[in-house]
């Protein structure tokens, strides 16, 4: 069978950068002892089943027992805007008092000693293994939840709760913790801070024999801090994960992943990697504006009569009809699944090859126009409706990259007589670029991308 080699586009916008202020790092420590203004309360935590984004069923649930709990304290003037909710107290909670199953999902409880309050507040419950402390900073929501992140192989899961109304109310001569705050602090879903990447074979003259996973980040951020909304994304319908598409596209949470400040890349090289076909579990990453170093996959298997491994490059995205491909932002909480339908060639001779080698596909693709992804420096925010395309057809139609640009903030006026493009014009793969046009109602403006026809390259 004869592979087309596929054509890749890029469009690069700019986008002015500026600084940002600096919070005060002091930490705000406040461990309360049993007192009378202190009271205990048990939280229960489950991890509901990771949500599944339909790349080509679900693996694993991954144990979580043997953690230890943070409940970081917030002030809440606006359960809105994390902008104005300032720290108050990190209670440690070390052990957990009982670990079982519920629905099929682990149930973990802790005590958890908190100071009386009949005033809003807003907790932040961070479980992450024993032995893992994290670095908490002082300030507000926005900026101290955002900057806590787990490492290596460390994993974390987080949840918000708001309490209107505070815990309770101090009666003449005890303290009543209120049913609300008992029942927010009940089966509470907590959701991870890592995907999973797995693979099955379907077809009929290949035998799987492993995978590995290149191009991952080191770090995680601890929860799903939207940027560009000033928010944090929410994965769950009550305790039920949300389709990749309702947590991605801007109809829905519009988010695009979040990545720590600091993070680099690991897996660089597929020398010494190994393969296996173990589930494997990964920290969220964005798609990057540049797709060169982007997390991709390679499978080892054998193709008909072959007697050793050879390799194949998986990229992690979807297709529709008319031959566009576009990738997936990497998503916390989501299982990233790879069927190999059918395969009608030897892959490359070493996992190197691979890494470095032409992706080929025989499938079309499209574009999702519905998934939205945003950019950001917390004071400028560009919308483009995608940032990489893979041409797999002939006589490709036009492409439409749409483009908004506003200030942070302001939900209305659009400028993009502000951006100026950067590369995108025509050479080797672009064909023909159009004018930009008007700005429609919604402040979307829309250039249209022609491609040259993908090569008649082949790999036998």
């Known amino acids: 069978m004869n592979l087309k080699c596929l054509n890749n586009i890029m469009a690069y916008a700019a986008l002015t950068v500026l600084g940002a202020c600096s919070q005060n790092d002091m930490p705000a420590y406040n461990i309360p002892g049993e007192d009378d203004n202190s009271f205990t309360v048990s939280a229960s935590l489950n991890v509901p089943l990771l949500g599944q984004a339909q790349t080509r069923s679900l693996g694993q649930t991954p144990e979580y027992s043997n953690l230890k709990l943070y409940a970081i304290e917030f002030e809440c003037v606006n359960a809105d805007d994390p902008t104005q909710n300032v720290i108050l107290n990190i209670y440690d909670n070390k052990d957990e008092i009982s670990n079982e199953q519920f629905d099929g999902n682990d149930i973990v409880t802790f005590n ?189 298997g054998r193709y008909g009569n072959d007697q050793t491994d050879t390799y194949y490059k998986v990229d992690l995205g979807k297709s529709e009809e008319n031959g566009v491909f576009s990738y997936y932002n990497l998503l916390r909480n989501i299982n990233y699944h790879i069927t190999i339908n059918k395969v ?23 574009v999702d126009t519905q998934r939205l992804t945003n950019i950001s420096d917390g004071s400028d925010i560009l919308f483009v409706n995608f940032t990489s395309a893979v041409i797999t057809r002939q006589d490709q139609t036009a492409i439409e990259f749409k483009y908004r640009y506003r200030k942070v903030g302001n939900s209305t006026d659009y400028n993009n007589d502000n951006l100026n493009f950067i590369g995108l014009e025509p050479g080797s793969v672009i064909e023909s670029v159009s004018t930009p046009s008007e700005d429609d109602k919604s402040g979307w403006r829309t250039v249209k991308i022609k491609t040259f026809n993908p090569t008649n390259d082949v790999k036998t």
């Open 344 to 366: 009608g060639v030897s892959g490359y001779p070493t996992p190197s090859e691979a890494a470095t080698g032409v992706v080929y596909n025989n499938f079309s693709f499209d």
């Open 112 to 300: 958890i000693r908190l100071n009386k309050s009949e005033h809003p507040r807003i907790l932040h419950l961070v479980a992450v293994p024993k032995g893992i402390d994290l670095e908490i900073g002082y300030g507000t929501e926005a900026y101290v939840i955002p900057n806590l992140y787990t490492t290596g192989n460390n994993d974390a899961y987080w949840k918000r709760i708001v309490f209107t109304d505070g815990y309770g109310v101090q009666g003449d001569s005890e303290w009543q913790t209120s049913d609300d705050a008992k029942r927010l602090l009940t089966n509470v879903p907590m959701l991870r801070n890592f995907a999973q990447i797995s693979v099955a074979n379907e077809a009929d003259n290949f035998v799987l024999t492993g995978f590995t996973v290149m191009n991952i980040a080191d770090r995680g951020s601890v929860a799903p801090w939207n940027y560009s909304k000033g928010e944090f994304a929410e994965f769950l319908k009550g305790s039920e994960m949300k389709s990749y598409l309702e947590i991605s596209s801007e109809e829905g949470e519009g988010y695009p992943g979040y990545l720590p400040g600091g993070y680099s890349l690991t897996d660089l090289s597929a020398e010494g990697m190994t393969f296996d076909t173990d589930p494997k579990y990964i920290y969220e990453r964005p798609f990057p504006q540049t797709h060169l170093d982007r997390t991709f996959v390679i499978v080892s």
